[in-house]
């Protein structure tokens, strides 16, 4: 009767807060990112001169697509001589970590130098932030009773930082999780499913997802999700061929294993934020460490999968959970838990008197989520 009660308190609280969107919103939202970024942007630069960036794998794999070497895109030795011609000389070179359907968001970029490619993309990762700010915003509305006066100060979220300066491709993947949110949201689980398999270029954070739903019987959201997913596997192995594109995933298997390294610089499991990096640095790398990850995170996921939590809140229960099974994720990755954080933060004014002391602890945990990043 409470749970009841706290739900028609939020859905009566948001209705007394109507969403629009405005030209005053908008700019706000604008000068509070472009804040943001110049603050930091400055002591960024050396690096962003010199080619220091993650960017400088997605830029160098558009041009070896666009010129005809697609089926190159997972070779070492390919890599490094065209990142070396193309951005600077490196000992070694930077592994491209994705499938090869996402070479060709990069393709259009490598038609310039790869300083104007860099704040180009910089330009096209803010551009999608402030369309995800939209369509969250709804979302936060609460957030406004307790004078939190602009929700898009949630975004100042130090995973989504690093992701635009290192010019990463994780703000794409909160896009799509915040239209699939949205999708949800209006009974449209076909569209969310579509939705969160475009996400698949980070797919060690997607397939948990899929399989959480699949495991609550999700089926629409399910289905469209194995559909686009047997697309974009076609696309792949179109744009690199089948050699390549059986390298990648054994790229990435390798990836994931603490015991090995892919062709380059080695994996750092320790700067991974997430259950497999936490065991790798306690247990110091020991040969223990993949298969006490696989056990914990096979166990954390059938507990999850036994809640069957309903609405949007299945798929703000599974961002966390992939986060936390992910065998590979760094910290520009964990810029999707801003949208379990905000929720949560936005839902506490209107939990109800009886659920205030755990109203407390949900407060608590979503902001310690929020600057943990940062420390």
């Known amino acids: 009767m409470d749970e009841k009660q706290s739900a028609a308190d939020s859905i009566q609280n948001r209705e007394q807060l109507p969403y629009r969107l405005t030209a005053k919103a908008l700019v706000s939202d604008i000068v509070i990112l472009l804040f943001q970024l ?21 830029y160098s794999t558009g041009y070896m697509v666009r010129t005809g070497h697609g089926h190159e895109i997972y070779d070492a030795s390919a890599q490094k001589v065209f990142q070396d011609e193309l951005v600077s000389r490196e000992s070694l070179p930077l592994p491209f970590f994705r499938p090869p359907y996402q070479a060709l968001v990069c393709v259009p970029f490598s038609l310039l130098p790869f300083r104007q490619a860099y704040f180009t993309f910089l330009a096209f990762n803010l551009a999608v932030l402030l369309l995800c700010m939209q369509l969250l915003r709804p979302c936060m509305s609460n957030l406004g009773r307790v004078n939190f006066r602009r929700p898009s100060l949630m975004f100042l979220y130090f995973p989504i930082t690093v992701a635009l300066l290192q010019g990463q491709d994780s703000i794409i993947l909160l896009a799509l999780l915040a ?46 999700f194995v559909c686009t997913s047997a697309a974009l596997a076609g696309v792949s192995i179109w744009i690199a061929g089948m050699a390549q594109t059986v390298h990648y995933l054994h790229s990435m298997i390798g990836a994931g294993s603490s ?42 996921m059938i507990l999850i999968a036994g809640r069957r939590p309903r609405g949007v809140d299945a798929l703000l229960i599974a961002i966390p959970a992939s986060a936390l099974v992910s065998y590979y994720m760094y910290i520009h990755d964990m810029c999707i838990l801003i949208i379990p954080i905000a929720v949560m933060l936005d839902r506490l004014p209107g939990a109800g008197q009886a659920r205030r002391r755990y109203g407390r602890v949900q407060m608590v945990t979503a902001l310690l989520m929020l600057v943990a990043p940062t420390v």
């Open 179 to 224: 239209g699939a949110l949205i999708c949800i949201q209006r009974d449209r689980e076909y569209l969310a499913g579509g939705l969160v398999a475009l996400g698949l270029i980070k797919f060690q954070l997607t397939i948990p997802i899929f399989l959480l739903f699949l495991a609550w019987r999700r089926w629409r959201f399910s289905a469209a």
């Open 38 to 58: 110049l603050f930091v942007l400055g002591l960024f630069m050396p690096l962003i001169r010199a080619g220091h960036v993650d960017f400088r794998t997605m």
């Open 259 to 300: 015991l090995g390294s892919i062709a380059g610089p080695s994996v750092r499991m320790n700067l991974m934020a997430n259950l497999h990096g936490a065991l790798h640095t306690i247990l110091k790398g020991s040969s223990s460490v993949l298969p006490l990850t696989v056990a914990a995170s096979a166990a954390i």
